[in-house]
């Protein structure tokens, strides 16, 4: 199938990438390396450099390339900067969505994989959350990811399109070759801040908030690995129907605290990890662990990374391997590597 992916030079965009090059599909990365990294993309993909909202670059694109289904990762994610700059959320988030989804509908192409969030749900403080749960969303991150769904269950209803919104939770891990890994400018997930830390890099690690109503008084996070994310976009092509919509939970149905994190990561690196209390972060619920046996019955999605130290001992390869991240510049790469229109 020829796949086109936005966001391709992202943590979760460059791991799809590759599993998708791995199953035999043709893809066309597309990226403005805003916050991604050329570096992260498999060369085995063609690179077009330019934004989402860039239609009349996006619809060459895909009718050059014959896209058949699109997989949207492109986003801004940080929830605290959503509630310092929520503009840029709702811009960048929802409305330049709608321009891919228009530059979608004059092309023909009418199947998206749309990479939503577990954000949606809000502060629900239930044991596990599944997609019944109602939408509740308490900061612009999760809101501008809702409003992206309303838009492609109403697409749906008018046979523009057919859907799988994917909503995660914790993404964390890397690639088991080391090759591909989380590097975010700045960092600010849990994981590799603490990593940080364990390299020397970092002085300690801060915890936002320690008296939220769990056993530890730290927050609660579902942490499912990268590659497993990764693998249920690939089994969300070939179930999209035009006209119908689905929304599937992806996560490892665990649930961490962030101090069980912390000494998950000093177990595994050899390092004790120094700690420093701070206060909560606006927009933080206390509590956030999947129920996804919906992607597990009706897509036959089998997570299979799912132990805490399996996901720490990738993550820690790589930050290893990487303790810069990626660093080649695109004048770097091989000629041709790169199409900006």
């Known amino acids: 199938m ?56 996006i619809e060459k694109a895909i009718e050059r390339f014959g896209v058949e289904t699109v997989i949207h990762f492109a986003a801004c994610i940080e929830v605290g900067e959503s509630v310092a700059v929520p503009d840029k959320y709702y811009r960048n988030n929802f409305s330049n969505a709608l321009s891919l989804l228009d530059s979608m509908h004059r092309q023909g192409v009418r199947k998206i994989v749309f990479s939503s969030t577990a954000a949606v749900y809000g502060d629900l403080r239930v044991p596990r959350i599944s997609e019944s749960q109602p939408r509740c969303p308490i900061n612009p991150y999760g809101r501008s990811k809702l409003m992206v769904e309303w838009a492609l269950e109403d697409y749906a209803r008018a046979n523009r399109l057919g859907f799988i919104a994917f909503r995660y939770f914790n993404v964390a891990g890397a690639h088991v070759s080391g090759l591909l890994g989380e590097a975010h400018q700045p960092e600010t997930h849990l994981l590799p801040r603490i990593l940080s830390v364990a390299a020397g890099q970092s002085p300690e690690a801060s915890i936002f908030g320690c008296d939220y109503p769990t056993p530890d008084g730290t927050c609660i996070r579902d942490y499912v690995h990268v590659e497993d994310l990764a693998e249920a976009h690939v089994l969300a092509m070939g179930a999209i129907r035009v006209g119908k919509g689905a929304f599937y939970n992806l996560g490892s149905e665990c649930g961490f605290s962030v101090r069980q994190v912390i000494d998950a990561c000093g ?75």
């Open 267 to 341: 177990e595994v690196t050899g390092v004790p990890i120094p700690t420093k209390v701070l206060a909560r972060r606006d927009g933080d619920p206390a509590v956030l662990v999947a129920d996804s046996s919906s992607a597990r019955n009706e897509l036959k999605w089998r997570p299979i990374r799912t132990q805490l130290r399996r996901i720490v001992t990738d993550a820690w390869r790589w930050h290893t391997l990487h303790p810069t991240g990626y660093t080649k510049l695109s004048a770097e790469l091989p000629a041709g590597r790169i199409s900006c229109q």
């Open 2 to 57: 020829n796949v086109m992916v936005t966001g391709a030079a992202g943590y979760i965009g460059s791991h799809c990438v590759r599993a998708l090059l791995d199953e035999g599909h043709r893809v066309l990365a597309v990226d403005d390396l805003s916050h991604g990294f050329v570096e992260a993309v498999d060369s085995r993909a063609e690179l077009v450099v330019c934004g989402i909202e860039n239609s009349a670059v």
